[in-house]
C-alpha cells in the first residue's frame, strides 16, 4: 500500500518516525513535508495530502500536527476526502470500516509515540466494510458534498 503523509511543524517530528516505521514495514511512502520544525501553516499541508489521494498518487493519507483539528477540518473541505481525527486505536480501524476514511489526522501533542503508531497500522490495516448501511451513509454524505447551498 502506497501511503501519503503530511505535517505542518507541530508534527514534523512524528512524521519523520512514522515515515521510518512504515518503509521498515515494507509500505511506500510519498513524504510531503515540511521537512523542518520551522512554522508552516497546516491547511497547505493538508491540501498537499488530500490533493494527492484524490489525485490516486497512493490508497491512505495520513496528516499530523499539534492536536489534529486542523489538518482534519482543511482535508474536509475537499469533495472525495474523509479524513478522521483519531487518537484511539478504535477510531482508527472504526473509522475505515464503517466511514471509509482516506485520511487519519493526529496531533503530536496529543498522544505518545508508540499509540501513534499503532493508531496508524490500526487504520492502514482496515477495510471498508461495504455493508449496506455503511454505503447508504456515505451516499448521504456525498449528496452533502454535492449539495448547494
Not at 490508497?59 to 469533495?79: D, H, P, Q, Y
Not at 472525495?80 to 501533542?109: K, P
Request: some cysteine; aromatic content about 6%.
Amino acid at each position: 500500500m502506497k501511503v501519503i503523509i503530511g505535517s505542518d511543524h507541530a508534527g514534523f517530528n512524528y512524521k519523520t518516525i512514522l515515515v521510518a516505521a512504515l518503509l521498515q514495514n515494507g509500505y511506500e511512502v510519498l513524504d510531503l513535508g515540511t521537512n523542518s520544525e520551522q512554522p508552516t501553516d497546516y491547511p497547505d499541508h493538508a491540501a498537499d495530502v488530500a490533493g494527492a489521494i484524490l489525485d490516486g498518487k497512493g490508497e491512505r493519507g495520513i496528516l499530523i500536527c499539534g492536536s489534529a483539528v486542523g489538518v482534519s477540518i482543511a482535508a474536509n473541505k475537499f469533495k472525495g476526502i474523509r479524513a478522521g481525527v483519531c487518537h484511539d486505536t478504535y477510531s482508527a480501524h472504526q473509522s475505515v470500516e464503517h466511514d471509509d476514511v482516506n485520511i487519519l489526522c493526529m496531533g503530536e501533542r496529543v498522544i505518545g509515540i508508540e499509540l501513534a503508531k499503532d493508531i496508524v497500522y490500526a487504520f492502514l490495516n482496515a477495510v471498508f466494510s461495504g455493508e449496506e448501511r455503511h454505503v447508504k451513509r456515505l451516499e448521504k454524505i456525498k449528496a452533502l458534498e454535492d449539495k448547494e447551498l
